[in-house]
């Protein structure tokens, strides 16, 4: 069984920062692609950053420049970094991993969520 636990949301002011953590645990051969997403209330869920197993990483024309995406491949855990803080980033922010439990099954993971809120 794996899991997906972030950590790291609450509420900061505009202009402000915050970095959220994801980490994986249970059954891991080896981690693939990373992203997180974030979900307005009433909107639809958005893809926000990408990091591949190579490194790569790609970013949502919303929170690029302002949003770093990395990945700790020792510890398990993918990062991201939000800076530049506005309150249209207000949303809930989920991490999804893309994961080989073993040499045969690799499964999509989500995260719970965590709350980011952006007071102006």
């Known amino acids: 069984q794996v899991q997906l636990v972030e950590s790291g949301g609450g509420l900061v002011q505009t202009g402000g920062s915050l970095r959220l953590s994801c980490a994986a645990s249970?059954?891991?051969?080896?981690?693939?692609?990373v992203a997180w997403y974030r979900q307005a209330p009433g909107k639809q869920r958005e893809l926000l950053a990408v990091?591949?197993?190579?490194?790569?990483?790609n970013y949502a024309d919303s929170v690029k420049g302002r949003f770093t995406i990395s990945r700790d491949n020792h510890k398990n855990t993918v990062y991201l970094q939000m800076n530049s803080l506005k309150p249209e980033d207000t949303a809930v922010y989920y991490c999804?991993?893309?994961?080989?439990?073993?040499?045969?099954?690799?499964?999509?993971?989500w995260g719970q969520g965590t709350q980011v809120t952006v007071s102006s």
């Open positions: 999804n991993a893309v994961i080989w439990e073993d040499s045969i099954n690799l499964r999509n993971h």
């Open positions: 990091c591949t197993t190579e490194g790569v990483t």
């Open positions: 249970g059954s891991i051969y080896r981690i693939n692609t």
